[in-house]
């Protein structure tokens, strides 16, 4: 009867304990969250404020009055719509020929048998870590050699193939089973046909990841966009921003304009996110016994 | 349909492997065969060079009357069905079965009437919009050979096709294979590791070890009569019983057993030999003057129709290499042999259901001697 007695009190200072650890863990958790969330909240915020309210109160959650009107200075401005059409011609234009070009460039090192393969290699991986601030300067340099300073190829070439993107669609085409193309090798597809109807849609995943990616990166894309273009005509939705964030489209620190600019900039990147994740599974189960 | 030739055909590899050396073997038009043999015997490598999936480092393969050394496999009008299915994921059934058509420009009605046919054929009309993950592993097994049959070549490729279903849906899909082939006369090579396979479905099988053919028969002749000590240890379930012996005058010496020997192998007097004895070939002793082994049973393995009783008898087991690898892996051959004692070998008996031994029973074992082989230790090759 004793031992039992001991046994349950014993339980439940186990229990206690447990309680208390994972209330510690998940405070510590909540805590990181909302120093992580904390400057997004409030650049939403900030957005429907007036500029005394933002200027008196930045750090107030509650806006006082909440107004549109930076929403509704934004939708006068013409320069505005110009940065959101340079935008998406440049991000769309990266993303579809950099999925694309990164898928060809990987299927080649993960497949093809050619000489200098492990060396073209190496030297992507290479290319990698280097940061890419060191590249603007010969990059520009590059650019006004071929003539497309100042110039939408100027750009959207550059940016066309990285180094992440081929490493990340040859590690992934490496894991689809070789008999899988063997097989429609003896079916008798060429080489481009076994990539374009075989191996892309099993790599669905590795797409959809490395399209996420290049979008996000061309969209926010601020550093190439500088040293490529100057003409205010091309400039895209984060050159923009930043001439707003830098006081040199007007007086004042209109913190409502840039951050209504801001939280406008980063929702396709966030609505393509939320679209596309749960098109990130296995495409390829059921094509070999596992 | 078409016969298939290798002419001296030799496969190495960059690093100086050799997995195919010197191969030579006719599949006649319309013939099935079997390529089988352990892990590594380049049985695999074999087939794939008839595929087109691995370049011919020296030697000739034949499709009927062209050389297709150097065609690639699209055009050589083979199918080949793989260890794993190698099924398009994202594609339907009916999909995967039309894409060879597809490739080939098969006018679309064309290819949906060859489709459907196929389906029937292979069971699977009900399945035609399914995506291969929405079927069971027989089902994509079967989708494998649609895709193999809808094309109707020349030759019918097939890599272990069965190795990955279960032991009961193995056994009906060897005869559903068996019964395609026969229906639609293709030529085919069949490999396999699973000795039963290759028993049961070829019309000749082809034993492979280290990259070098064995012996080329129907199944019969090989269980019958191996050429080598290999083809007698890896042919035949359970194996055959392996012994030392010596050639006398008066018959072949096993421990203290002397067993008739056929007049021709009086020429090899005084040798030492592998004595082959089939299970089969052993029974409990009742009267008679049959030569007899005498031993102390191990163990009883009751099958049902019949029972496996192993029996320890005095004589010296076979340990060359070709009978170890010709039971284990290569790899494991080495590890057994040092695990044999020199002196007792144990035999297998197949034995009648009715029959009433038990472990530690002395026994005696009648020996069929029309049924024994001999091997030349030193060559490996049967005497005969």
């Not at chain 1, 939320?274 to 596992?290: D, H, L, T």
């Not at chain 2, 472990?359 to 005497?383: K, S």
Request: net charge neutral; hydrophobic share 45%.
């Amino acid at each position: 009867m004793s031992a039992q007695v001991h046994t349950m009190r014993s339980d439940a200072s186990a229990t206690r304990r447990r309680l208390f650890g994972s209330a510690m863990t998940y405070s510590f958790l909540v805590a990181v969250a909302v120093v992580y969330i904390f400057p997004f909240v409030i650049s939403i915020i900030t957005s429907f404020k007036t500029e005394p309210d933002a200027t008196a109160n930045p750090l107030s959650v509650t806006p006082h009055p909440v107004t549109t009107t930076a929403f509704h200075q934004l939708s006068a401005d013409n320069d505005f719509f110009t940065w959101v059409k340079n935008s998406i011609i440049v991000t769309l234009s990266v993303t579809f020929l950099r999925v694309f070009l990164d898928s060809l460039a990987g299927y080649a090192l993960a497949r093809l048998r050619f000489r200098g393969r492990g060396a073209a290699f190496a030297t992507i991986v290479a290319v990698m870590a280097v940061p890419g601030v060191v590249l603007l300067i010969p990059k520009f340099l590059i650019i006004r050699q071929f003539g497309m300073y100042d110039t939408y190829y100027g750009m959207i070439v550059p940016l066309l193939v990285d180094a992440a993107g081929v490493f990340i669609m040859k590690n992934f085409f490496e894991s689809i089973p070789v008999s899988v193309e063997e097989s429609a090798r003896i079916d008798g597809a060429s080489l481009f046909r076994i990539y374009w109807s075989i191996v892309l849609p099993m790599a669905r995943p590795a797409l959809v990841t490395l399209f996420i990616l290049s979008f996000q990166g061309s969209w926010n894309e601020l550093a190439h966009f500088i040293i490529s273009a100057q003409s205010t005509s091309l400039n895209t939705l984060t050159k923009g921003v930043a001439q707003l964030a830098s006081g040199q489209l007007g007086s004042g620190n209109r913190y409502p304009l840039k951050l209504a600019a801001s939280m406008l900039m980063t929702i396709p990147v966030a609505v393509l996110f939320f679209i596309f994740q749960r098109r990130i599974m296995n495409a390829s189960e059921g094509a070999v016994k596992e | 349909m078409a016969a298939i030739t290798f002419d001296d055909v030799t496969k190495t590899y960059g690093d100086g492997y050799r997995a195919v050396s010197d191969l030579n073997l006719d599949v006649k038009d319309g013939e099935f065969v079997v390529l089988v043999g352990p892990s590594g015997c380049g049985k695999t490598t074999a087939l794939r060079m008839i595929a087109g999936l691995e370049e011919i480092t020296g030697g000739q393969i034949r499709i009927g009357d062209r050389v297709v050394n150097n065609l690639p496999p699209g055009d050589r009008d083979v199918a080949m069905v793989f260890q794993n299915y190698a099924l398009y994921p994202h594609m339907t059934v009916a999909e995967n079965i039309g894409f060879a058509l597809r490739m080939r420009k098969v006018p679309k009605a064309e290819a949906r009437q060859r489709i459907q046919e196929t389906a029937r054929v292979i069971g699977l009309t009900d399945h035609l919009d399914r995506k291969p993950r929405q079927l069971s592993g027989g089902q994509r097994q079967r989708v494998a050979m649609g895709r193999a049959i809808v094309r109707e070549p020349q030759v019918f490729l097939m890599d272990e096709p069965l190795s990955n279903l279960d032991a009961k849906l193995r056994v009906q899909m060897r005869a559903e294979i068996a019964r395609i082939q026969r229906q639609l006369s293709v030529t085919t090579v069949y490999v396999t590791h699973d000795q039963v396979e290759a028993m049961t479905m070829g019309d000749r099988v082809a034993v492979m070890r280290k990259g070098v053919l064995q012996q080329f028969d129907a199944p019969q002749l090989l269980y019958e009569q191996p050429a080598n000590l290999f083809v007698a240890s890896f042919i035949g379930s359970p194996a055959m019983n392996m012994l030392e012996g010596t050639i006398e005058a008066d018959g072949c010496r096993v421990g203290s057993a002397v067993l008739p020997i056929p007049s021709a192998l009086t020429a090899f007097g005084g040798k030492h030999v592998a004595v082959g004895i089939r299970p089969e070939a052993l029974s409990l002793a009742a009267g008679g003057d049959r030569p007899r082994l005498s031993g102390r049973v191990q163990t009883v393995e009751a099958l049902g129709p019949e029972q496996l009783a192993h029996v320890e008898v005095e004589a010296r087991p076979v340990l060359a290499t070709e009978v170890l690898e010709g039971l284990v892996d290569a790899d494991d051959a080495h590890e057994l042999a040092e695990l044999v004692d020199e002196n007792r070998a144990t035999v297998v008996a197949r034995l009648e259901a009715s029959a009433t031994v038990r472990p530690d029973d002395q026994v005696e074992l009648a020996v069929d001697v029309r049924r024994l082989q001999f091997f030349d230790l030193d060559t490996g090759l049967a005497c005969r």
